[in-house]
């Protein structure tokens, strides 16, 4: 079985300023990681993911993440971010196994990211 | 377009009248979901499907049902809804690195 916690339900932020959004997992074989962002009244769009490699993955648009094996955590971080960042953002994390929990993908509760003029 | 598509996109319906709404991709994919976006709560697996004719249940799967007669299509169907499926609802497929593509969302009230 697999887990996700995102610890922030909202965090609001001025805009040019850095931003960490928080995920924990937890799981018993070993994961392939991911963040997705929803914008206002739209679908969820993958922003980044971690496969394997390289701990630090970066987005198109600024954003990056590092997987963390020993603490279990995926944290997405941006040092400036802009009013249209403005949305929900959830981690999830898919089993790096076989069988039938291969592939599925199991959602944090989601964080919404406000950025403030 | 690489795409999955979703209908209706909106839907009001009365408790107990079954209802399906349909759900599309043009990928070729193998593997397709359905999730619930409820608030606070994240998004929760329904039911999902390795292949045709092969479906499972996900973390939610009380009062729903799917079915994947077809690669590219996985309808989901709610044979006596009740206002507890009031929800926001997502299908979703698949490719091999495990990258799920998601349709833009059914929006369903139960009254």
């Known amino acids: 079985a697999q887990s996700v916690t995102q610890l922030d339900s909202q965090v609001p932020v001025f805009e040019e300023a850095p931003v960490e959004l928080r995920c924990n997992y937890s799981?018993?074989?070993?994961?392939?990681l991911f963040w997705y962002v929803q914008y206002p009244n739209q679908g969820l769009q993958l922003l980044l993911k971690?496969?394997?490699?390289?701990?630090l993955v970066e987005s198109i648009n600024g954003f990056e993440a590092e997987f963390n094996k020993s603490q279990t955590s995926f944290h997405l971080r941006k040092p400036s971010v802009h009013i249209s960042d403005t949305a929900e953002y959830f981690c999830?994390?898919?089993?790096?196994?076989?069988?039938?929990?291969?592939?599925?993908?199991?959602f944090g509760q989601g964080t919404i990211l406000t950025v403030h003029p | 377009e690489a795409q999955v598509t979703q209908n209706p996109r909106y839907l009001i319906t009365v408790t107990g009248k079954k209802l399906t709404v349909t759900c599309s991709q043009n990928m070729n994919h193998e593997y397709m979901s359905w999730y619930r976006q409820d608030p606070g709560l994240g998004l929760r697996q329904i039911y999902y499907?390795?292949?045709?004719?092969?479906?499972d249940k996900g973390d939610v799967p009380e009062g729903y049902k799917v079915s994947r007669k077809e690669k590219r299509n996985f309808p989901l169907i709610l044979e006596s809804p009740s206002p507890n499926q009031t929800s926001l609802y997502f299908c979703?497929?698949?490719?091999?690195?495990?990258?799920?593509?998601f349709g833009p969302g059914t929006r369903l009230t139960v009254t």
């Open positions: 799981s018993s074989v070993s994961v392939y």
């Open positions: 979703a497929s698949r490719d091999r690195i495990l990258e799920q593509y």
């Open positions: 999830a994390v898919g089993a790096n196994a076989g069988g039938t929990s291969y592939g599925k993908l199991t």
């Open positions: 971690y496969l394997s490699g390289s701990t």
């Open positions: 499907s390795m292949n045709v004719e092969v479906t």
